[in-house]
């Protein structure tokens, strides 16, 4: 029930991260201004998306906590925020990359796919996390 609770916060936040990197990605296709390379752009909001995602997993972490007293649910909390929110930004970047390489307009269709995928993979690793540990959970 406790992760059934704050699944929201975490994919809503995950999808935000996504979006929002998406968005900035096509705002630089749109102005041709890709100066820096690919692999240097992924790297920077890879770790922008990680201290995110460190960040707001240490708020909900500490609520989860301070509502439940569980540490267990508090690691998993900021975990699988982290992840989340680091993939989200790769997410957000590689789709409007790959929609443009396709010949489809990025702005059209990127919150789209990032969206959807934002929000699987935010299921996928609250769960997942919380599944290795279920035991402790009790």
Avoid: H, K
């Avoid at 996928?124 to 599944?131: E, I, K, N, P, Q």
């Amino acid at each position: 029930v406790e992760l059934r609770a704050r699944q929201s916060y975490e994919t809503n936040q995950s999808g935000v991260t996504g979006t929002q990197t998406a968005t900035l990605m096509v705002r630089s296709l749109a102005l041709g201004d890709q100066r820096v390379s690919i692999r240097r752009i992924l790297a920077r909001e890879a770790i922008v998306g990680l201290t995110n995602g460190l960040v707001v997993g240490m708020v909900l972490a500490l609520a989860g906590l301070l509502l439940t007293g569980n540490t267990t649910l508090a690691v998993i909390l900021l975990t699988s925020m982290a992840m989340a929110s680091t993939l989200a930004t790769l997410v957000g970047q590689s789709v409007p990359l790959m929609l443009r390489a396709f010949g489809a307009d990025p702005a059209l269709a990127s919150s789209l796919f990032v969206t959807m995928f934002t929000d699987a993979m935010s299921f996928f690793f609250l769960l997942g996390t919380a599944s290795l540990v279920i035991t402790r959970l009790e």
